[in-house]
């Protein structure tokens, strides 16, 4: 006999009933919240670069996975990711007054915002790769 769930967990990415992505984003975001403030307390004083690249390392890998599957339909959950992606940025520059735009320092560290990255993923995902003739 089958059972009903409200949402079970599967190769990580937590589906739920109403196909809403809530219950697997705001885990996903708990937990980039906990490795970017490790990496904060462990990185001190370290270059920018080093921050940027432990910062993709640990923590943006881990917001993105299985992203071609779940893009998050709700803006709260969208705006949780980012979020978590633009205090990473104020803190690898180190610009943590609210006059410096978090766009720029996005541009000058090369990063891409997650719903962009998102987009461009699902979109490579879905184009049919054509054999060479």
Known sequence: MLTSVDNEKY???TVSSDM????HVNPICTKANQK????????????G???????ITLVRSSMEYACTVLDPSLSKDSESLERIQ??????????????????VLLHQL??????ERR?????TFQTPVQSPS
């Open 49 to 55: 670069e080093l921050k940027r690249l432990a910062y």
């Open 119 to 123: 987009r461009i993923s699902r979109i």
């Open 20 to 23: 809403s992505w809530s219950t």
């Open 86 to 103: 633009r205090r990473a940025v104020r803190w690898i520059t180190m610009k943590f007054d609210h006059t410096s735009s978090v766009s």
């Open 36 to 47: 970017l403030s490790f990496i904060k307390r462990n990185l001190k004083g370290t270059p």
């Open 110 to 115: 090369h990063l891409e915002p997650l719903e």
């Open 11 to 13: 190769l990580g990415v």
